[in-house]
């Protein structure tokens, strides 16, 4: 059984360009839930989305960043007008349909902005 | 919403001794409690959580307690080996986010 699988796992963007971050959540898993945590610190929630629905994106900053999940594919974090402040780990994470329990991490990718 | 505190910010022990991490939550509607232990450049893999029908839970080396009426949970590991050495997070469930709120993360060292 694969666990959540993020890609890529690094991406080095400079100032000004747009991130696309792919999630992949676990078999069966219904729920994602992305998360940033910038060096030595915790996660920070940013968005909760079920499939092509977003439940709650009260950790999302309010510009340049967007998140989707669609019916088919992968979950979608992207990030406009890259800037510097936005280096960090982002974690993608899944729980099964019917509660937001139990959440299984990605592996993360390690945004750096040049 | 929900505030999570965690401390020791960073704790050394000696091999076989035990460690206890601490947590308090600020909102008393939450009700799921996990932690999680995270590698360096590694993803956070959750080790065991608590829902908060219960007082007590254990696995093997680790348990951990909640007292809802203090609003705090403890982790408790025993035995420790070198292994055991991570950055450890607590989390609490925000009913009202419906996402996990995360202590700002306990170093554990554990000296061979």
């Known amino acids: 059984n694969a666990g959540v699988m993020q890609n890529p796992r690094h991406l080095v963007r400079r100032r000004g360009q747009e991130a696309r971050l792919r999630c992949s959540p676990m078999k069966g898993h219904s729920h994602v839930y992305w998360y940033r945590q910038l060096p030595e610190e915790g996660l920070k929630f940013m968005v909760y989305?079920?499939?092509?629905?977003?439940?709650?994106e009260s950790g999302m900053p309010k510009e340049r960043f967007s998140a989707e999940f669609p019916k088919e594919g992968p979950s979608i974090l992207r990030i406009q007008q890259v800037v510097r402040g936005d280096s960090a780990a982002y974690f993608c994470?899944?729980?099964?349909?019917?509660?937001?329990?139990?959440?299984?991490f990605g592996p993360g990718t390690r945004l750096t902005v040049t | 919403g929900e505030n999570v505190e965690q401390h020791p910010s960073t704790l050394s022990v000696q091999e076989g001794d035990s460690a206890v991490i601490k947590c308090t939550y600020s909102?008393?509607?939450?009700?799921?409690f996990p932690w999680y232990k995270q590698e360096l450049g590694k993803r956070p893999q959750l080790i065991i959580d608590?829902?908060?029908?219960?007082g007590e839970k254990k696995d093997q080396r680790i348990a951990v307690t909640l007292n809802k009426t203090a609003k705090h949970f403890s982790l408790h590991i025993t035995e420790t080996q070198p292994e055991d050495s991570a950055v450890y997070f607590c989390a609490a469930l925000d009913t009202g986010r419906r996402a996990l709120t995360f202590g700002s993360g306990t170093r554990l060292q554990v000296q061979p």
């Open positions: 608590i829902r908060s029908n219960v």
């Open positions: 989305l079920q499939k092509e629905n977003i439940i709650d």
């Open positions: 994470a899944s729980s099964p349909a019917g509660g937001v329990y139990e959440q299984y």
């Open positions: 909102d008393s509607a939450s009700n799921y």
